[in-house]
T-cell receptor
Protein backbone atom coordinates (compact mmCIF):
# COMPACT_ATOMS: atom_id res chain seq x y z
CA UNK A 1 0.00 0.00 0.00
CA UNK A 2 1.32 3.47 -0.89
CA UNK A 3 0.07 5.01 2.31
CA UNK A 4 -1.75 8.33 2.57
CA UNK A 5 -0.97 10.43 -0.47
CA UNK A 6 -1.06 14.20 -0.34
CA UNK A 7 -0.59 16.74 -3.08
CA UNK A 8 1.00 19.07 -3.72
CA UNK A 9 4.05 18.59 -1.48
CA UNK A 10 4.77 22.29 -1.59
CA UNK A 11 2.53 25.22 -2.43
CA UNK A 12 3.57 28.84 -2.64
CA UNK A 13 0.83 31.36 -3.29
CA UNK A 14 0.01 34.98 -2.83
CA UNK A 15 -2.35 36.38 -0.26
CA UNK A 16 -5.91 36.34 -1.47
CA UNK A 17 -5.51 33.37 -3.78
CA UNK A 18 -7.47 30.14 -3.44
CA UNK A 19 -5.52 27.10 -2.30
CA UNK A 20 -6.68 23.49 -2.63
CA UNK A 21 -4.91 20.67 -0.86
CA UNK A 22 -5.64 17.09 -1.81
CA UNK A 23 -5.56 13.79 -0.01
CA UNK A 24 -5.98 10.15 -0.93
CA UNK A 25 -6.43 8.02 2.20
CA UNK A 26 -5.36 4.42 2.53
CA UNK A 27 -7.79 2.15 0.75
CA UNK A 28 -10.32 0.65 3.16
CA UNK A 29 -9.86 3.25 5.87
CA UNK A 30 -13.11 4.79 7.07
CA UNK A 31 -11.84 7.83 8.96
CA UNK A 32 -9.98 10.83 7.58
CA UNK A 33 -8.44 13.74 9.44
CA UNK A 34 -6.91 17.04 8.38
CA UNK A 35 -4.27 18.47 10.72
CA UNK A 36 -2.26 21.68 10.62
CA UNK A 37 1.26 21.90 12.07
CA UNK A 38 2.98 25.15 13.03
CA UNK A 39 5.82 25.95 15.38
CA UNK A 40 3.57 28.10 17.52
CA UNK A 41 0.54 25.84 17.83
CA UNK A 42 1.91 22.37 17.12
CA UNK A 43 -0.41 19.79 15.57
CA UNK A 44 -4.03 20.92 15.46
CA UNK A 45 -7.00 18.88 14.28
CA UNK A 46 -8.96 20.84 11.70
CA UNK A 47 -11.67 18.40 10.66
CA UNK A 48 -12.61 14.73 10.98
CA UNK A 49 -14.62 12.66 8.49
CA UNK A 50 -16.09 9.25 9.19
CA UNK A 51 -17.48 7.27 6.23
CA UNK A 52 -17.16 10.45 4.14
CA UNK A 53 -19.32 12.48 6.52
CA UNK A 54 -17.85 15.44 8.44
CA UNK A 55 -18.19 14.62 12.13
CA UNK A 56 -16.19 17.36 13.82
CA UNK A 57 -15.12 20.58 12.15
CA UNK A 58 -14.68 22.58 15.33
CA UNK A 59 -10.98 22.98 14.57
CA UNK A 60 -11.54 24.76 11.25
CA UNK A 61 -10.21 28.22 12.05
CA UNK A 62 -12.49 30.37 9.90
CA UNK A 63 -15.08 30.30 7.15
CA UNK A 64 -12.20 30.73 4.72
CA UNK A 65 -11.45 27.06 5.33
CA UNK A 66 -13.61 24.31 3.89
CA UNK A 67 -13.15 20.57 3.45
CA UNK A 68 -14.93 17.97 1.40
CA UNK A 69 -14.84 14.22 1.04
CA UNK A 70 -16.89 13.35 -2.05
CA UNK A 71 -15.95 9.65 -1.85
CA UNK A 72 -13.95 7.23 0.26
CA UNK A 73 -10.76 7.74 -1.70
CA UNK A 74 -10.47 11.51 -1.94
CA UNK A 75 -10.63 14.61 0.21
CA UNK A 76 -9.82 18.27 -0.29
CA UNK A 77 -9.05 21.14 2.03
CA UNK A 78 -9.65 24.54 0.51
CA UNK A 79 -8.59 27.97 1.75
CA UNK A 80 -10.24 30.93 0.08
CA UNK A 81 -8.95 33.59 0.33
CA UNK A 82 -5.58 32.58 1.72
CA UNK A 83 -3.66 34.75 4.19
CA UNK A 84 0.00 34.73 5.32
CA UNK A 85 -1.02 33.34 8.73
CA UNK A 86 -2.28 30.22 6.97
CA UNK A 87 1.33 29.27 6.20
CA UNK A 88 1.91 25.86 7.79
CA UNK A 89 2.29 22.19 7.02
CA UNK A 90 -1.06 20.56 6.43
CA UNK A 91 -1.33 16.83 7.09
CA UNK A 92 -3.99 14.40 6.07
CA UNK A 93 -4.32 11.20 8.07
CA UNK A 94 -6.53 8.16 7.82
CA UNK A 95 -7.44 5.25 10.02
CA UNK A 96 -9.62 2.19 10.11
CA UNK A 97 -11.75 2.31 13.19
CA UNK A 98 -12.44 -1.25 14.26
CA UNK A 99 -13.16 -1.72 17.94
CA UNK A 100 -9.96 -0.98 19.77
CA UNK A 101 -7.94 0.02 16.72
CA UNK A 102 -6.85 3.65 16.84
CA UNK A 103 -3.78 3.74 14.59
CA UNK A 104 -3.54 6.92 12.55
CA UNK A 105 -1.51 6.97 9.33
CA UNK A 106 -0.25 10.37 8.23
CA UNK A 107 0.68 11.55 4.77
CA UNK A 108 3.90 13.46 4.15
CA UNK A 109 2.09 16.78 4.31
CA UNK A 110 1.73 19.87 2.16
CA UNK A 111 4.03 22.76 3.01
CA UNK A 112 1.96 25.89 2.34
CA UNK A 113 3.53 29.32 2.10
CA UNK A 114 1.26 32.32 1.62
CA UNK A 115 3.20 35.43 0.68
CA UNK B 1 -6.27 25.40 25.59
CA UNK B 2 -3.41 22.93 25.77
CA UNK B 3 -4.83 19.69 27.13
CA UNK B 4 -1.62 17.68 26.83
CA UNK B 5 1.58 19.20 28.16
CA UNK B 6 4.87 17.73 26.99
CA UNK B 7 8.41 18.24 28.25
CA UNK B 8 11.19 18.83 27.58
CA UNK B 9 10.98 20.84 24.38
CA UNK B 10 14.37 19.52 23.29
CA UNK B 11 16.72 16.83 24.49
CA UNK B 12 20.27 15.86 23.60
CA UNK B 13 21.78 12.55 24.65
CA UNK B 14 24.77 10.46 23.75
CA UNK B 15 24.43 7.19 21.89
CA UNK B 16 23.38 4.48 24.32
CA UNK B 17 21.72 6.94 26.68
CA UNK B 18 18.09 6.69 27.82
CA UNK B 19 16.13 9.80 26.88
CA UNK B 20 12.89 10.27 28.79
CA UNK B 21 10.02 12.42 27.53
CA UNK B 22 7.14 13.30 29.81
CA UNK B 23 3.52 14.20 29.22
CA UNK B 24 0.69 15.25 31.49
CA UNK B 25 -3.03 15.58 30.82
CA UNK B 26 -6.16 16.82 32.56
CA UNK B 27 -9.09 15.36 30.67
CA UNK B 28 -10.18 12.10 32.30
CA UNK B 29 -12.13 11.20 29.16
CA UNK B 30 -8.86 10.38 27.41
CA UNK B 31 -8.66 6.61 27.00
CA UNK B 32 -5.74 5.99 24.65
CA UNK B 33 -2.24 7.42 24.75
CA UNK B 34 -0.03 7.03 21.67
CA UNK B 35 3.44 8.35 20.91
CA UNK B 36 4.32 9.48 17.43
CA UNK B 37 7.75 9.92 15.86
CA UNK B 38 8.33 12.49 13.15
CA UNK B 39 11.35 12.89 10.89
CA UNK B 40 11.96 16.12 8.94
CA UNK B 41 9.77 16.37 5.86
CA UNK B 42 7.60 13.44 6.93
CA UNK B 43 4.32 13.01 8.71
CA UNK B 44 4.16 11.65 12.24
CA UNK B 45 4.24 7.86 12.51
CA UNK B 46 2.84 5.81 15.37
CA UNK B 47 5.59 4.45 17.58
CA UNK B 48 3.87 2.85 20.55
CA UNK B 49 0.61 3.32 22.44
CA UNK B 50 -0.93 2.43 25.78
CA UNK B 51 -4.38 2.26 27.35
CA UNK B 52 -4.95 3.42 30.94
CA UNK B 53 -5.62 -0.08 32.26
CA UNK B 54 -1.90 -0.93 32.20
CA UNK B 55 1.03 0.87 33.80
CA UNK B 56 3.74 -0.04 31.33
CA UNK B 57 4.13 -1.19 27.75
CA UNK B 58 7.33 -2.15 26.03
CA UNK B 59 8.01 -2.58 22.32
CA UNK B 60 11.61 -3.17 21.42
CA UNK B 61 13.69 -0.30 22.79
CA UNK B 62 10.65 1.89 23.46
CA UNK B 63 8.74 1.82 26.75
CA UNK B 64 5.71 3.80 27.90
CA UNK B 65 5.17 4.28 31.61
CA UNK B 66 1.68 5.34 32.62
CA UNK B 67 0.51 6.78 35.95
CA UNK B 68 -3.26 7.08 35.87
CA UNK B 69 -3.65 8.72 39.29
CA UNK B 70 -1.10 11.42 38.42
CA UNK B 71 -2.42 11.73 34.85
CA UNK B 72 1.08 11.43 33.50
CA UNK B 73 2.83 9.20 31.02
CA UNK B 74 6.33 9.03 29.66
CA UNK B 75 8.37 7.55 26.84
CA UNK B 76 11.74 5.92 27.51
CA UNK B 77 14.10 5.00 24.69
CA UNK B 78 16.63 2.36 25.71
CA UNK B 79 20.08 2.22 24.11
CA UNK B 80 19.30 5.27 21.98
CA UNK B 81 20.85 5.50 18.54
CA UNK B 82 21.58 8.44 16.21
CA UNK B 83 18.79 7.14 13.98
CA UNK B 84 16.34 7.87 16.81
CA UNK B 85 16.98 11.59 16.33
CA UNK B 86 13.54 12.97 15.51
CA UNK B 87 10.66 14.91 17.01
CA UNK B 88 8.47 12.91 19.37
CA UNK B 89 4.87 13.75 20.12
CA UNK B 90 2.72 12.34 22.85
CA UNK B 91 -1.01 12.34 22.28
CA UNK B 92 -4.21 11.53 24.07
CA UNK B 93 -7.43 10.33 22.50
CA UNK B 94 -11.06 10.70 23.46
CA UNK B 95 -13.87 9.08 21.58
CA UNK B 96 -16.25 11.04 19.44
CA UNK B 97 -19.81 10.53 20.58
CA UNK B 98 -21.14 10.11 17.07
CA UNK B 99 -18.79 7.42 15.85
CA UNK B 100 -16.35 4.87 17.18
CA UNK B 101 -13.44 7.05 16.11
CA UNK B 102 -11.32 9.20 18.40
CA UNK B 103 -10.02 12.75 18.51
CA UNK B 104 -6.28 12.95 19.13
CA UNK B 105 -4.84 15.88 21.07
CA UNK B 106 -1.10 16.21 20.62
CA UNK B 107 1.56 17.51 22.96
CA UNK B 108 3.91 20.26 21.82
CA UNK B 109 6.64 17.86 20.71
CA UNK B 110 10.19 17.09 21.85
CA UNK B 111 13.10 17.39 19.49
CA UNK B 112 15.50 14.57 20.36
CA UNK B 113 19.10 14.53 19.21
CA UNK B 114 21.22 11.44 19.80
CA UNK B 115 24.90 12.17 19.29
CA UNK B 116 27.18 9.39 18.02
Amino acid sequence: DAGVIQSPRHEVTEMGQEVTLRCKPISGHNSLFWYRQTMMRGLELLIYFNNNVPIDDSGMPEDRFSAKMPNASFSTLKIQPSEPRDSAVYFCASSLVTGESEKLFFGSGTQLSVL
Amino acid sequence: QQQVKQSPQSLIVQKGGIPIINCAYENTAFDYFPWYQQFPGKGPALLIAIRPDVSEKKEGRFTISFNKSAKQFSLHIMDSQPGDSATYFCAAAERFQETSGSRLTFGEGTQLTVNP
